[in-house]
């Protein structure tokens, strides 16, 4: 089994965000129960405030398990798609290196997380407390949003100016992630609230 990604150093917990090495990760997978698979995954670097793109790592994953119907109809991920893609057990070295020393970055951040988990052999736990939720932090500024407005990352990311080309689509969802954590980090740290530790706080609200 390929090494756990080392977590980024603690005393960036207390340094401004804009300091700190950040991925943007998503996956795509077959489901969202215990023995479902990621099919794709996106990682988009972000350093110093902004997004690396020319770092970033997308990969489709020959899982072995079929997709729900329901997860076809949202990433259409057919099996033929997956033809000559390597299995999870070979793309995860690719993925610990594009995850390595970085806080984590993705939207509804459960999903990452349990997959995360089984992919490395590992508990939750360790996940959780590198990875900053985009989502908890849009949450935290829209308290008593009113009612009908949704937060799903294509609606969240409209709402404050961040192009959705290609949803569902693990590098362009990564991607979309990485945008909008910026935006909403800015808008934070102008509040006072900017250090990484205050995100992951905020986040997990």
Same mark, same amino acid.
């Given at each position: 089994?390929?090494?756990?990604?080392?977590?980024?150093?603690?005393?960036?917990?207390?340094?401004?965000?804009?300091?700190?090495?950040?991925?943007?990760?998503?996956?795509?997978t077959?489901?969202?129960?215990a023995?479902?698979?990621?099919?794709?995954?996106?990682?988009?670097?972000?350093?110093?405030?902004?997004?690396?793109?020319?770092?970033?790592?997308?990969?489709?994953v020959?899982?072995?398990t079929p997709?729900?119907?329901?997860?076809?109809?949202?990433?259409?991920?057919?099996?033929?798609?997956?033809?000559?893609?390597?299995?999870?057990?070979?793309?995860?070295?690719?993925?610990?290196?594009?995850?390595?020393? *970085?806080?984590?970055?993705?939207?509804?951040?459960?999903?990452?997380?349990?997959?995360?988990?089984?992919?490395?052999?590992?508990?939750?736990?360790?996940? *959780?407390?590198?990875?900053?939720?985009?989502?908890?932090?849009?949450?935290?500024?829209?308290?008593?949003?009113?009612?009908?407005?949704?937060?799903?990352?294509?609606?969240?990311?409209?709402?404050?100016?961040?192009?959705?080309?290609?949803?569902?689509?693990?590098?362009?969802?990564?991607?979309v992630?990485?945008?909008?954590?910026?935006?909403?980090?800015?808008?934070?740290?102008?509040?006072? *609230?900017?250090?990484?530790?205050?995100?992951?706080?905020?986040?997990?609200?």
């Amino acid at each position: 089994m390929s090494p756990v990604p080392a977590p980024p150093p603690r005393a960036l917990r207390r340094a401004p965000w804009r300091r700190a090495p950040f991925a943007a990760l998503d996956f795509e997978t077959t489901g969202l129960g215990a023995r479902d698979a990621v099919v794709a995954f996106g990682v988009v670097p972000v350093e110093g405030g902004r997004v690396v793109l020319g770092r970033a790592v997308e990969r489709l994953v020959a899982s072995g398990t079929p997709s729900s119907s329901r997860a076809l109809r949202v990433h259409e991920i057919l099996p033929r798609d997956l033809d000559g893609a390597p299995t999870m057990r070979e793309a995860r070295a690719e993925l610990a290196r594009a995850l390595d020393g *970085r806080f984590l970055l993705a939207w509804f951040a459960d999903v990452e997380v349990a997959f995360l988990a089984r992919i490395f052999g590992t508990g939750e736990r360790r996940w *959780r407390r590198r990875t900053v939720d985009v989502r908890g932090l849009a949450l935290a500024l829209e308290p008593g949003t009113r009612p009908g407005v949704r937060f799903t990352l294509q609606a969240t990311a409209e709402r404050y100016g961040v192009p959705v080309a290609r949803p569902h689509e693990a590098l362009e969802d990564a991607l979309v992630t990485a945008q909008l954590f910026l935006v909403l980090a800015s808008r934070l740290e102008s509040r006072g *609230r900017g250090s990484v530790r205050r995100l992951l706080a905020l986040s997990r609200r």
